[in-house]
């Protein structure tokens, strides 16, 4: 058996030792991004730069979902993260049940990694989400 | 160009569910029910605006003038999401304004049958052979409940739960008693998908489907059909007596899209250009929230009609919990609002959805409304919002005499 391998489910997930998300930043204002961007939608400026994002934050909003597409297991937690230090993503609340008045909004959460696939080939698809910190 | 604009026919249709009929089917009813409301024809009208989200390919509006009348006139087919049909509203206007056409006639129609949840992340997935990266993100699948989620009650409850936390005294409760208000009010709208009144119990225990939005809380899928006859301020001074004495006033018409924040990489800003619009809106009318008599908002979910409030100003910085704890928003209450049942009884055919609240503010501001009349309206207002996202603020007032 050769090494595993691993695929992040999203280009802006980098995996390895030190898992975090990478924003294209705009070198003018800051305005973060995690897709490609023809010029900056805060200022206009065209240039960008690849940026580390924090693994920490807190909960902004969330919602339980207990509806979903036929093969998305339910319930699930889907949450707003302000990250430290700049980006505003969405992701998987984990490891912290599905009873609201347990999920506290403004936690301080970080960030994780879970497999959530595997193609015909054998590789696992690797997304990110947050549990509580 | 136009000082004002009028209208001076709408019509909609009950909403609900048709198979038996098309989209050009419910679309030629309303538009020849809202012709003959203002006692005119095709034959005069100089524009055409034709709103249908799922069908906006499908040339619409030329399909709609097969059935009533093929006069030649410039037609736009227009999509903007769930503000689609108010879009086509404005079209019109624009045209009125632009000098280009003094009658114009505009219509929203959408036949959505029991679709359940929107959009391709609502549906369901094969199972991959071999991952490959594809789209901006680069994603080696669907991310729909891997990476959050996307869908409408979800989108919505985490912008009212953004909202909870923001301001003390909001939560599940006051989100509830949203609905609760509104199936208490579409009881009284014969027009209304749904006609029942539910208890806050029962609309807190019902079916959960994205926290705090259980079923009661969510606008149902259906079909549905709206229009208006639109007139310049010279064309309704040569009218008859009788429909200029029934004619409403458009004293704003204003159209925004989401300006930058940053947490636009998390999910769509429905606020921030729902607060443009209506400050552009009060100013054009020069009206201010306490003069309205009634609002059409757009609570596609209930978590979105409590943010709304103060979006559009109803209430005080942070008091929307407090405005709807004290009954603010019921039709007996200072600002009724969705006193048709909103979307969340009444109904939410796409394309339709922002004529018919056109529809319900002006049948009330020429005291139509039957049972649900609020008595003595003289302003109103109506607001859309599409997500992605485009926000339509109309105001509209009754003839002064």
């Known amino acids: ?133 | 160009m136009s000082d004002n604009v009028w209208i001076i026919g709408t019509t909609m249709c009950r909403f609900g569910r048709y198979p038996d009929k098309d989209t050009v089917d419910l679309a030629s009813e309303v538009a020849l029910g809202a012709l003959a409301d203002a006692g005119t024809t095709m034959a005069d009208m100089q524009v055409l605006a034709v709103g249908c989200l799922m069908e906006a390919a499908n040339m619409m509006g030329q399909h709609l003038q097969k059935q009533i009348g093929q006069t030649g006139i410039p037609v736009y087919n227009v999509a903007n999401a769930c503000a689609t049909g108010a879009t086509a509203v404005r079209t019109v206007i624009l045209s009125i304004k632009a000098g280009e056409a003094d009658m114009g006639l505009a219509v929203g129609v959408e036949q959505m049958g029991k679709m359940g949840l929107l959009g391709p992340a609502g549906r369901e997935r094969q199972k991959p052979t071999g991952y490959e990266r594809s789209g901006r993100y680069g994603a080696v699948m669907p991310v729909e409940g891997v990476l959050g989620t996307g869908l409408m009650p979800g989108v919505f409850a985490q912008a009212g739960m953004e909202y909870a936390s923001r301001h003390d005294g909001v939560g599940f409760e006051q989100f509830a008693k949203v609905a609760e208000k509104n199936h208490a009010h579409s009881a009284l709208n014969p027009l209304a998908q749904y006609q029942k009144a539910f208890s806050l119990a029962e609309v807190m225990d019902s079916a959960m489907v994205a926290y705090p939005n259980t079923l009661l809380m969510c606008c149902p899928t259906g079909d549905g059909a709206a229009a208006v006859v639109l007139c310049s301020d010279a064309k309704l001074k040569t009218l008859d007596p009788d429909v200029r004495r029934r004619a409403v006033k458009i004293s704003a018409s204003v159209l925004t899209s989401d300006p930058y924040v940053a947490s636009d990489t998390a999910q769509p800003d429905v606020s921030t250009l729902t607060r443009t619009a209506a400050a552009a809106a009060y100013e054009q009318a020069g009206v201010s929230p306490t003069d309205l008599d009634l609002v059409e908002l757009h609570d596609c979910f209930a978590t979105a009609e409590l943010i709304h409030y103060e979006n559009l100003s109803l209430c005080e910085p942070g008091g929307a919990g407090d405005f709807i704890d004290r009954r603010g928003p019921w039709r007996d209450g200072d600002i009724p609002v969705n006193v048709s049942g909103g979307l969340i009884s009444k109904g939410h055919p796409i394309g339709a959805t922002g004529v018919a609240n056109l529809y319900e503010v002006a049948t009330h501001l020429r005291g139509e409304a039957g049972d649900r009349q609020i008595e003595g309206a003289t302003v109103g207002l109506t607001h859309v919002i599409g997500l992605g996202s485009a926000c339509a603020v109309h105001v509209l007032e009754k003839a002064a005499s």
């Open chain 1, 1 to 133: 058996m050769g090494e595993k391998a691993q695929m992040a489910v999203v280009d802006y997930l980098v995996l390895g030792d030190d898992p975090h998300l990478e924003a294209n930043a705009c070198r003018s204002c800051g305005a973060l991004f995690f897709d490609r961007r023809n010029a900056c939608a805060r200022c206009g400026a065209v240039g960008f730069e690849r940026r580390a994002l924090a693994t920490t934050g807190v909960v902004r909003s969330y919602t339980i979902i207990h509806r979903a597409a036929p093969n998305v297991p339910v319930p699930y937690v889907s949450t707003v993260v302000e990250l430290d230090g700049g980006g505003v993503v969405k992701a998987n609340l984990v490891d912290a049940g599905s009873d609201p008045d347990k999920i506290e909004l403004g936690m301080k959460v970080r960030l994780t990694t879970f497999a959530c696939g595997r193609d015909e080939e054998g590789t696992e698809a690797v997304a990110f989400g947050f549990t509580p910190a």
